[in-house]
């Protein structure tokens, strides 16, 4: 039961969108549709060509990444891709790998795909979260059905940015069983100074070959409702299969979604650019506070990616006393409860920083006046 809050408004930190306006070029495109009234079927072959190009320049520019362009394919989102990929490269009763705390419908879309989850708990340490390679190849060789793993890189809801290094091991793992990685990629444009994505299809054209990244323009450019992802396939072999699915089950991006990202991805870098300073002047402001005691009983590693910082609140609460409902009526602030994550977020919430900071600031005092 969902406590009522003391407080006539509530402050929301807890969508999965930025709280700002969009960039001018998506914003002209959009209106260049709309005012010449092409909102008929989108022509996906001419359109998808223009976007293939545009990506395999954006990606070899930002993450020094040769693609090859012919083996990018249209989605709705990036979720669908998940969905899709444990569709076509596994079968029911399968064993796919999920992290653990990790975006939280990687386990949905396992269960309701009737493939067993087999969950790789993330280790908290002093330096934040680290991958456990160990665990991952013996939960391998005890689950021989074992078809894909699950990656989200950057991470959500975490922050961190693996390594070269972290990413190597998984590939490896994942290449001597021949599993298949299916990695989100979706907030690979929003990392931190000091800190540099790597996509891991990018190690080396042999790690490609069993690769399938999903990613999108709608995180970094605020664009998620207009639907529109691709995925990237590492071999031709991976990108058949992908292509003898049904056509109508694959390809459901919008007209608007398409020019959307296009306009994202070829002009959009000026905006992208003064987001990351606000949501950088952000992240280290939430770190200054936490940090001067002002939230005594909150512990946060400062994420590297993302707009989301991930709150351990464990020293708070009481026995099965859910965060998200404590901070509601004693602070009337709406965070995601860290649970839906997976057990290894039981205790924690997920806070969105993607406000202007006047906003990001009364969220904080008033996590600190109402609470402590």
């Not at 406590?3 to 930190?13: G, R």
């Not at 992290?99 to 989850?117: I, N």
């Not at 074992?146 to 590939?171: D, K, M, Q, Y």
């Not at 969105?352 to 006047?358: L, V």
């Given at each position: 039961?969902?406590?009522?809050?003391?407080?006539?408004?509530?402050?929301?930190?807890?969508?999965?969108?930025?709280?700002?306006?969009?960039?001018?070029?998506?914003?002209?495109?959009?209106?260049?549709?709309?005012?010449?009234?092409?909102?008929?079927?989108?022509?996906?072959?001419?359109?998808?060509?223009?976007?293939?190009?545009?990506?395999?320049?954006?990606?070899?520019?930002?993450f020094n990444w040769v693609i090859e362009p012919h083996r990018i394919?249209?989605?709705?989102?990036?979720?669908?891709?998940?969905?899709?990929?444990?569709?076509?490269?596994?079968?029911?009763?399968?064993?796919?790998?999920?992290?653990?705390?990790?975006?939280?419908?990687?386990?949905?879309?396992?269960?309701?795909?009737?493939?067993?989850?087999?969950?790789?708990?993330?280790?908290?340490?002093?330096?934040?979260?680290?991958?456990?390679?160990?665990?991952?190849?013996?939960?391998?060789?005890?689950?021989?059905?074992?078809?894909?793993?699950?990656?989200?890189?950057?991470?959500?809801?975490?922050?961190?940015?693996?390594?070269?290094?972290?990413?190597?091991?998984?590939?490896?793992?994942?290449?001597?069983?021949?599993?298949?990685?299916?990695?989100?990629?979706?907030?690979?444009?929003?990392?931190?100074?000091?800190?540099?994505?790597?996509?891991?299809?990018?190690?080396?054209?042999?790690?490609?070959?069993?690769?399938?990244?999903?990613?999108?323009?709608?995180?970094?450019?605020?664009?998620?409702?207009?639907?529109?992802?691709?995925?990237?396939?590492?071999?031709?072999?991976?990108?058949?299969?992908?292509?003898?699915?049904?056509?109508?089950?694959?390809?459901?991006?919008?007209?608007?979604?398409?020019?959307?990202?296009?306009?994202?991805?070829?002009?959009?870098?000026?905006?992208?650019?003064?987001?990351?300073?606000?949501?950088?002047?952000?992240?280290?402001?939430?770190?200054?506070?936490?940090?001067?005691?002002?939230?005594?009983?909150?512990?946060?590693?400062?994420?590297?990616?993302?707009?989301?910082?991930?709150?351990?609140?464990?020293?708070?609460?009481?026995?099965?006393?859910?965060?998200?409902?404590?901070?509601?009526?004693?602070?009337?602030?709406?965070?995601?409860?860290?649970?839906?994550?997976?057990?290894?977020?039981?205790?924690?919430?997920?806070?969105?920083?993607?406000?202007?900071?006047?906003?990001?600031?009364?969220?904080?005092?008033?996590?600190?006046?109402?609470?402590?």
């Amino acid at each position: 039961m969902v406590m009522s809050s003391h407080y006539n408004d509530i402050l929301y930190a807890n969508e999965a969108t930025m709280s700002f306006s969009i960039a001018d070029t998506i914003r002209k495109s959009l209106h260049k549709k709309i005012h010449a009234s092409e909102l008929g079927y989108p022509n996906t072959d001419v359109l998808l060509r223009q976007l293939r190009k545009t990506l395999a320049i954006r990606m070899q520019e930002n993450f020094n990444w040769v693609i090859e362009p012919h083996r990018i394919e249209l989605l709705g989102d990036v979720l669908q891709g998940i969905y899709l990929a444990l569709q076509i490269f596994s079968s029911e009763g399968d064993a796919v790998i999920t992290p653990d705390p990790v975006y939280h419908h990687f386990l949905k879309a396992t269960l309701h795909s009737r493939r067993k989850p087999v969950i790789n708990r993330l280790a908290l340490t002093s330096i934040g979260y680290q991958l456990d390679t160990e665990e991952l190849e013996h939960m391998i060789k005890t689950n021989p059905t074992t078809r894909l793993l699950l990656l989200c890189n950057p991470h959500n809801p975490t922050g961190r940015v693996f390594s070269r290094t972290e990413l190597h091991a998984i590939a490896e793992i994942a290449a001597r069983y021949n599993i298949i990685i299916v990695a989100d990629e979706i907030h690979a444009d929003i990392v931190y100074p000091s800190h540099t994505h790597t996509p891991i299809a990018s190690l080396s054209p042999e790690i490609a070959k069993n690769v399938i990244t999903l990613t999108s323009a709608s995180k970094a450019f605020n664009i998620a409702g207009l639907r529109c992802a691709v995925a990237i396939f590492g071999s031709e072999k991976l990108q058949q299969q992908f292509l003898n699915y049904p056509e109508h089950l694959r390809i459901t991006a919008s007209s608007l979604g398409i020019e959307a990202t296009l306009a994202a991805w070829r002009d959009g870098e000026t905006w992208l650019k003064k987001t990351l300073t606000t949501l950088e002047f952000n992240r280290r402001f939430l770190k200054n506070y936490i940090e001067q005691k002002k939230l005594p009983d909150i512990r946060c590693h400062i994420p590297e990616a993302t707009f989301f910082a991930w709150l351990d609140c464990r020293n708070l609460l009481q026995p099965n006393q859910p965060p998200d409902e404590l901070f509601l009526c004693k602070a009337g602030i709406a965070l995601t409860n860290g649970a839906i994550f997976g057990q290894g977020g039981e205790g924690f919430l997920r806070l969105n920083f993607a406000k202007s900071p006047e906003y990001l600031e009364k969220i904080l005092e008033r996590m600190r006046t109402g609470l402590f």
